[in-house]
DNA sequence: TATTGTTATACTCTATAACTATA
DNA sequence: TATAGTTATAGAGTATAACAATA
């Protein structure tokens, strides 16, 4: 029978509450559930940091991005690609457009719709924020080969895009 | 992703304002963070139908299998493992002990702390649960080979344990 | 003085119902 | 009738400050 190794062990031989010196998360850790949370937690802490001087969340570069390479972009649009819901992309568009980085522009042909556009300071701060992004990417080989990096990101689409 | 057939541009050489058929997230789809969101909010949303009928949300899964595997442990030691706030966990704690799963006890040797436990009925939950998330992993293969998991795993590890 | 658990509270994110104007 | 954009609002998730009891 192992002796325990607390700083002051029971006297006594009755039963003992246990207490915890270091904690076991191995069974969390073989879930793709709670790997995959925490990575993109700590993934999203980074690019927050480095997105903080542009003034964007991790929502509103997408946001832009999409815009950016697909000028005249529904909204529509844009919430089925980013799985946003309408009534919450209203305010972020509210508030690009009042930051002059994107313009509501009529849709040529669905006079239901708006086509979203860049401005051109729209279209610099994308660029921007784009390249410190990408050089992101590139920091993570710090962890990650970039053999690593492309394997990591072949798998996390054959997750979420089932084909 | 929804496709929807607009009618056709015009055909004349002025200039036109630009409309969008098929959306194109080629750039986001470069970046590790873009595609870990959205494969870890892929893996939950199975994760929260799986755990339906045991009623526990992800985070209640992860407090009460820590606390099956680590009998004793602490409120501010669950926080720290799971990277949860301790005003947040108070009322999930709450919620199990009102549902008599866990139970509070005074921790052996700190006065200020609580070990936590589970009851007889919280151990039967968590073992079906935990046989429910395994179960899932394995069904994840439909997706990808054993192998091809265990590799999105290890590099998943890699992103958020820096070691 | 520092730490554990807790309360109160605020802020963000996400979700639902309903309205308007166009299709 | 259905869809795009919008409004209002509710709920969940996450954050900080401060307090009592104990170390």
New binding site residues.
Partial sequence: MPRLRLPRPPANGAREVPSVETIDSSYLETLLGYNARRAALSVIEVFLEAMAPYKL?P?DFSVLSLVAHNPGI????L?SALG???????GM??ALEKRELVS?LP?PR?????GLHLTPGGEKLVRDAEKTASELEAGVAGRLSPAELKTLIKLLKKIYQPD
Avoid: E, F, K, Y
């Fill in positions: 969340r929502v529904t909204s529509r649009q919430c946003i819901l309408p009534p919450n992309l209203v568009l509210n509501r849709h669905d006079g239901r719709a708006m």
